[in-house]
């Protein structure tokens, strides 16, 4: 039974991955449609991105009340709704009523697997589960172009809510599996500790803002990457600047595939520390002014390559750093945080690159790196205090 249950929790992490990039890569033509600015993808974006935000932060009461496997089922059931309800939209302010249940549905899912799987599994599932979410990011975009192609952009969004609804069957069915490990899951949810008790746990807040400082660099990096080579490289075509935008993406399925080998012999602290330590030494790589662009793309492969482990290291910790009746609560704070840093921070990387110039990528990059590891070490230095005090 072990082995079928991990297979099904792969296959959830391929669902989180699938609505993610649909909007991104569809939203050209959706814009035609619409007949709505580019800029406007935005809106839809931070709506969706503020609802799994919400999500996140309720997750920890749902899984007191609720079974892991009951929520992913009603999880996966709302991002069905959200991606038939975009199929159908024939006006621009239709997307915002579907962007509701399309985000709710992913904050509590994230947060209440990563939570199951930091309490049942070693680090190295959790490393190769989220190699398993890009899996699914990266599917959705052909799923798209294939739409596109022979059809429009709403069957790309109904064709991937098929498939999402295929999943959620696959959960149902597989409702037996759970059971392994049924009778601690529930002693735990129960027990579960809310978020405002957890926020004043020593060591809490450190990570949480370690972890924001992590999303920030890694989504300022999706975003604005073949915008620094268009502006730092002369001589680029349009086809060779957009296909930039797939290093940091590449990097980090590579180190969280590398990760998941060797995070078990390693530890989670270690593997962070190596990882921060090749995110830095990829950062300053970018930063060298050479006119080719050769170095910098092999330079964003490697900020990627060591951000790779970082997010489900740090996730994987919450348990033995803050108790397994913190845990969910902690994992859910994390999620909010990632998707605040993750909004927010390249919008405010944009105004500051537009008034100063992209070339200041690299040192933003740094500045967000630096503070994720302090802030990390900072709270493993608290963790270690409080407990010589227990």
């Known amino acids: 039974?072990?082995?079928?249950?991990?297979?099904?929790?792969?296959?959830?992490?391929?669902?989180?991955?699938?609505?993610?990039?649909?909007?991104?890569?569809?939203?050209?033509?959706?814009?035609?449609?619409?007949?709505?600015?580019?800029?406007?993808?935005?809106?839809?974006?931070m709506t969706i991105s503020c609802m799994t935000v919400i999500s996140a932060l309720v997750s920890p009461r749902?899984?007191?009340?609720?079974?892991?496997?009951?929520?992913?089922?009603?999880?996966?059931?709302?991002?069905?709704?959200?991606l038939l309800g975009f199929s159908i939209c024939g006006a621009y302010w239709m997307l915002f009523l579907f962007a509701v249940p399309y985000g709710l549905g992913a904050g509590s899912i994230d947060a209440a697997v990563n939570n199951y799987v930091a309490n049942h599994?070693?680090?190295?599932?959790?490393?190769?589960?989220?190699?398993f979410y890009g899996v699914g990011a990266v599917i959705s975009p052909f799923i798209m172009s294939c739409a596109l192609t022979?059809?429009?952009?709403?069957?790309?969004?109904?064709?991937?809510?098929?498939?999402?609804a295929g999943i959620m069957l696959v959960c149902i069915l597989s409702l037996s599996l759970w059971k392994q490990n049924q009778n601690q899951a529930e002693e735990e949810e129960r027990d579960s500790a809310g978020i405002r008790e957890t926020l004043k746990v020593p060591g809490v807040v450190p990570t949480l803002i370690a972890f924001f400082s992590y999303c920030s660099g890694e989504a300022t990096c999706f975003l604005w990457t073949p915008s620094y080579f268009a502006g730092t490289k002369a001589g680029l075509d349009a086809e060779t600047?957009?296909?930039?935008?797939?290093?940091?993406?590449?990097?980090?399925?590579?180190?969280?595939?590398?990760?998941?080998?060797?995070?078990?012999?390693?530890?989670?602290?270690?593997l962070i520390r190596i990882g921060i330590s090749l995110e830095?030494?990829?950062?300053?790589?970018?930063?060298?002014?050479?006119?080719?662009?050769?170095?910098?793309?092999?330079?964003?492969?490697?900020?990627?390559t060591g951000m790779g482990p970082v997010y489900p290291a740090i996730q994987?910790?919450?348990?033995?750093?803050?108790?397994?009746?913190?845990?969910?609560?902690?994992?859910?704070?994390?999620?909010?945080?990632?998707?605040?840093?993750?909004?927010?921070?390249?919008?405010?990387?944009?105004?500051?690159?537009?008034?100063?110039?992209?070339?200041?990528?690299?040192?933003?990059?740094?500045?967000?790196?630096?503070?994720n590891i302090s802030l990390l070490e900072a709270s493993y230095k608290i963790i270690a205090r409080r407990g010589a005090e227990a």
């Open 150 to 164: 022979v059809s429009r952009w709403n069957d790309g969004y109904r064709w991937t809510s098929f498939i999402q």
């Open 280 to 304: 830095i030494a990829g950062i300053l790589m970018i930063a060298i002014p050479v006119k080719g662009y050769i170095l910098a793309a092999i330079g964003f492969v490697v900020t990627g």
């Open 1 to 45: 039974m072990g082995p079928l249950l991990l297979a099904v929790i792969y296959l959830i992490f391929i669902s989180l991955g699938l609505p993610d990039s649909l909007l991104g890569s569809g939203w050209p033509a959706m814009q035609v449609d619409f007949g709505v600015p580019s800029s406007y993808a935005g809106y839809v974006s």
């Open 241 to 270: 600047i957009a296909s930039f935008g797939s290093l940091i993406f590449g990097g980090l399925m590579l180190g969280r595939l590398i990760s998941g080998f060797i995070s078990n012999k390693l530890g989670d602290k270690l």
């Open 121 to 131: 599994y070693p680090s190295s599932v959790m490393n190769f589960l989220h190699c």
């Open 316 to 371: 994987h910790m919450a348990p033995s750093h803050f108790g397994r009746r913190h845990s969910a609560a902690v994992i859910g704070l994390q999620m909010a945080s990632a998707y605040i840093g993750s909004t927010l921070m390249p919008m405010v990387f944009g105004q500051i690159q537009q008034a100063i110039g992209i070339w200041i990528m690299p040192l933003w990059l740094l500045i967000f790196a630096v503070l």
């Open 62 to 82: 749902l899984i007191r009340r609720f079974r892991t496997q009951w929520i992913v089922i009603v999880s996966i059931g709302l991002t069905v709704l959200g």
